[in-house]
């Protein structure tokens, strides 16, 4: 999908523990999609709109992107 620039975006895999006061357990690890124009957008747009402590940003494409849509937890996040 494009930005309003005409730049194209890309998806990404966010994952998070929800709680910041808690030590992270890999048990308690969840995930969010969302568009953005690079790695370093995607972690501030998750950072500036939740609580959440940012384990790990991943860029999605080709076939894991692919795989990743077909889970019914394939969801696009919007800010």
Not at 20 to 47: F, H, M, N
């Amino acid at each position: 999908m494009m930005n309003n620039k005409g730049v194209l975006q890309l998806i990404y895999k966010v994952l998070f523990q929800a709680d910041k006061t808690q030590s992270p357990l890999r048990e308690a690890t969840k995930s969010i999609y969302l568009e953005a124009d690079s790695a370093v957008e995607a972690r501030q747009l998750v950072e500036d709109n939740t609580p959440y402590n940012i384990e790990f940003v991943q860029e999605l494409s080709g076939k894991h992107l692919a795989f990743e849509q077909e889970s019914e937890d394939f969801k696009l996040t919007e800010f």
